[in-house]
């Protein structure tokens, strides 16, 4: 499991541990917060097509899915 600290993710780098569409490589663009300034929610954006997907930062924290940097 990634240690992560969810409020360093930003501009982070990604990598997927199974690519689809020859999407691998992916970029935190946006955080998004609550009102106290906890971070709930990113933006990845693959770097290959620009597509983006928001989902909750804790996902980044699975190994089969995700690692950290670009390899």
Avoid: Y
Avoid at 30 to 48: H, M, S
């Amino acid at each position: 499991m990634n240690q992560i600290n969810p409020r360093k993710l930003l501009l982070s780098k990604w990598t997927a541990a199974q690519p689809r569409n020859r999407e691998k490589h992916f970029l935190v663009t946006e955080l998004f917060r609550d009102e106290e300034g906890t971070v709930l929610e990113i933006e990845l954006q693959a770097v290959l097509t620009h597509r983006s997907e928001r989902l909750p930062w804790q996902t980044l924290q699975d190994t089969g899915c995700w690692r950290m940097g670009w390899q």
